[in-house]
């Protein structure tokens, strides 16, 4: 029985890959334009940091983690999410003490123990950013035009944007009474998740996917109508930002997202027509994790975007990301005794940065030229006797299928000519 790969992980092979980074340079370079730097944390932490930042009540802390002893006893966990690792970073290496606010990307693998299903994987991947240092409710509405930005960047054109405040503690404070005076009469009513979140963190109840508990908490009092002046304030200002700028959005009295230290701002991003799990990504404010695991006093937005859902959504919108693979000239050999006069071409090509191969396989010429037309070539280069006792090479054009010959000492600028014209003849 040959080894497989664990249920709930998957392998990511060519052609899939290049659509993997062509999504991942389109992200970040979203992220640069906004000025935001990368970071890249362990994919393990101590289990503390996940248990104080994110929440023991919240379900990745309770069932979803990946933990384990290492063979000193320590206890350590796969990172299920990258804001409680980001905040770690700043406090351990002092980095609040320089320049304000802090805007930090990161892209990587994070692991949660789930049932796999369509997009939800138990090694995932996430794009995300944080902002460190600023409690401005513009920030909060920059970082919500990035996301469109980026949405738009890799050609998702129809996304829902979904925003809620959920307020600050003393906020949440009043209304977990009132929501929990709503909830018990109907508590038989609930799924046994959310059950057992009434008890522990009743807002949760609002953010269950099932649809027996949509049904039973109709007419749940809204966390809106319990703001503080502060928090209210701060809610309108991003909405106002938002639509003066254009941005869609809609309010979302159901919105809570599921980690403890979410504070204000909170949002997510829906792509309709990929099934009930819909959202590709989310995050908010959480102005109090930071202190929460000994650090400053200091502010935090961010957000993560689950990169297997993004594509699946490219999917069924018929959005492609580039697949090809970008090959620009493969160098054919006529025959094997001029195999070494074939590798200095390929490597002055190279060297000249023109994505370049050859065949290795020793197949025929026909055979060679069927390769490099199965594998996207631009440009063919025959290098036979003929080539060499003379001084060139045969080029033959694979889009429009002429063929020319060009002297060895002008080689590279003649090939970047030939694949500036190829590009320009596509583009019109």
Not at 105 to 128: A, K, L, N, T, V
Not at 184 to 190: R, T
Not at 301 to 319: H, M, N, P, T, V
Request: proline share 5%; glycine share 8%.
């Amino acid at each position: 029985m040959p080894i497989k790969a664990p249920r709930g992980t998957y392998d990511i092979l060519p052609p899939d890959s290049r659509k993997w980074q062509a999504m991942e340079q389109s992200l970040k370079r979203v992220a640069h334009i906004y000025g935001y730097e990368e970071i890249r944390t362990p994919v393990f932490e101590h289990t503390e940091l996940f248990e104080r930042g994110v929440g023991e009540g919240t379900d990745i802390v309770s069932k979803e983690m990946y933990t384990f002893f290492d063979k000193s006893g320590r206890s350590l966990t796969l990172r299920p999410e990258m804001t409680a690792s980001c905040a770690r970073a700043l406090i351990e290496h002092s980095a609040h003490t320089g320049l304000l606010p802090l805007k930090w990307f990161y892209c990587g693998p994070m692991f949660r123990y789930d049932r796999p299903q369509s997009g939800r994987y138990r090694q995932f991947h996430q794009f995300g950013a944080e902002v460190f240092g600023s409690s401005s409710p513009l920030v909060d509405a920059e970082v919500l035009m990035m996301v469109v930005r980026m949405l738009q960047s890799i050609g998702l054109t129809e996304y829902l944007l979904h925003i809620n405040s959920v307020g600050c503690p003393s906020c949440r404070d009043s209304y977990r009474q009132e929501l929990l005076d709503f909830i018990n009469p109907i508590v038989n009513d609930l799924c046994p998740d959310c059950r057992q979140r009434s008890r522990a963190n009743p807002l949760r109840v609002l953010d269950c996917k099932e649809s027996r508990c949509h049904e039973a908490i109709k007419g749940h009092p809204r966390l809106l109508d319990h703001l503080c002046s502060g928090c209210a304030r701060h809610y309108q200002r991003v909405r106002d930002t938002l639509t003066r700028q254009g941005i869609c959005f809609e309010h979302d009295d159901r919105l809570v997202r599921g980690l403890d230290y979410y504070t204000n701002t909170a949002f997510e991003i829906h792509i309709p027509g990929i099934g009930a799990q819909s959202a590709v990504g989310g995050g908010g404010r959480y102005n109090g994790l930071v202190k929460a695991i000994e650090g400053p006093d200091l502010p935090g937005i961010g957000f993560a975007l689950g990169l297997e859902r993004l594509l699946l959504a490219l999917e069924k919108q018929d959005s492609a990301l580039p697949g090809k693979r970008d090959l620009e000239v493969f160098v054919a050999v006529m025959e094997a005794e001029y195999e070494d006069e074939a590798v200095t071409i390929l490597q002055q090509l190279r060297d000249a940065g023109i994505v370049a191969d050859k065949d290795y396989l020793e197949r025929k010429a026909r055979a060679q030229l069927k390769y490099a037309d199965k594998s996207g070539a631009a440009l063919v280069l025959f290098v036979g006797a003929d080539e060499v006792k003379q001084g060139f090479v045969t080029v033959r054009n694979m889009i429009n299928k002429e063929q020319t010959a060009i002297l060895r000492t002008g080689l590279i600028p003649a090939i970047t000519r030939l694949l500036h014209h190829n590009e320009e003849a596509q583009a019109q």
